[in-house]
T-cell receptor, first 112, second 113 residues
Framework: DAMVIQNPRYQVTQFGKPVTLSCSQT?????MYWYQQKSSQAPKLLFH???????NEADTPDNFQSRRPNTSFCFLDIRSPGLGDAAMYLC???????????FGSGTRLTVV | GNSVTQMEGPVTLSEEAFLTINCTYT??????LFWYVQYPGEGLQLLLK?????DKGSNKGFEATYRKETTSFHLEKGSVQVSDSAVYFC????????????FGTGTRLQVTL
C-alpha cells in the first residue's frame, strides 16, 4: 500500500543533542510537510517542500531544519533540542494543489 | 489570515447518541474544508472533505456540509460508537504554492457504553 512512514515512532533525546526524524513516502507526491503538535494543541506547520523548493514558516525557530534529498524522503533536524520541543512531529504529503493530505503516524519526541 | 474555530471539548456521549461538533472558519476566497480524526498515539487520518460551497462530505457515518453563508463545516453523526472516541480536527486549506492546512484546536470525543 502506498503510504507515509515515519521513523522512529518514539524518540528520546538529550537536551541540546542534535536529533533527526525521518519520513518516507511511496505516493510519489511532490509536496512534503512537517507539522509540530504539542499536547492537546492543533498541529502547527513548520515548513514544507514543493519538489525541491523549501518553504519555511515565518515563526519556525532556526533550531529546526529540514532536508529532502529526493522525492521519497524528507528529514527534520533539530539542532539543539530544548524541553519545549517535546511534541509529536507529523509528516504529511500532498499532490500539488489538491489539498489531499496523507499523514504519517508521527514521531513522538521526548527531551530529557 | 486564515483561522478555524472549533467547539471546545471534551464532548462526552453515550453510545448511539447524536453527535455534532461545530466548526467555523475565516478565510478569503474559497477554501477547501476537512475533518481529520486522531486516535490516541496516532497520526491524523482524513475523515471527510468538501471543496466548494454546499458540498457534503461523508464517510463512516459522519457527514459535514460546506456552508459558505455561515462559514461553517459542522461535523455530525447520527449514532456514535465507542470506537469513535478520538480527537477531531477541523481544517482548511487554500490553494497556492502548496495547500497548507490550518487546523482548529481539536475536539475530544469520549463515547461511553
Amino acid at each position: 500500500d502506498a503510504m507515509v512512514i515515519q521513523n522512529p515512532r518514539y524518540q528520546v533525546t538529550q537536551f541540546g543533542k542534535p536529533v533527526t526524524l525521518s519520513c518516507s513516502q511511496t505516493l510519489n507526491h511532490n509536496v512534503m510537510y512537517w507539522y509540530q503538535q504539542k499536547s492537546s494543541q492543533a498541529p502547527k506547520l513548520l515548513f514544507h517542500y514543493y519538489d525541491k523548493d523549501f518553504n519555511n514558516e515565518a515563526d519556525t525557530p532556526d533550531n529546526f531544519q529540514s532536508r529532502r534529498p529526493n522525492t521519497s524522503f524528507c528529514f527534520l533536524d533539530i539542532r539543539s533540542p530544548g524541553l519545549g520541543d517535546a511534541a509529536m512531529y507529523l509528516c504529511a504529503t500532498s499532490r500539488d494543489r489538491t489539498g489531499g493530505y496523507t499523514f504519517g503516524s508521527g514521531t513522538r519526541l521526548t527531551v530529557v | 489570515g486564515n483561522s478555524v474555530t472549533q467547539m471546545e471539548g471534551p464532548v462526552t456521549l453515550s453510545e448511539e447518541a447524536f453527535l455534532t461538533i461545530n466548526c467555523t472558519y475565516t478565510a478569503t476566497g474559497y477554501p477547501s474544508l476537512f475533518w481529520y480524526v486522531q486516535y490516541p498515539g496516532e497520526g491524523l487520518q482524513l475523515l471527510l472533505k468538501a471543496t466548494k460551497a454546499d458540498d457534503k462530505g461523508s464517510n463512516k457515518g459522519f457527514e459535514a456540509t460546506y456552508r459558505k453563508e455561515t462559514t461553517s463545516f459542522h461535523l455530525e453523526k447520527g449514532s456514535v460508537q465507542v470506537s469513535d472516541s478520538a480527537v477531531y480536527f477541523c481544517a482548511l486549506s487554500k490553494t497556492g504554492t502548496a495547500s497548507k492546512l490550518t487546523f482548529g484546536t481539536g475536539t475530544r470525543l469520549q463515547v461511553t457504553l
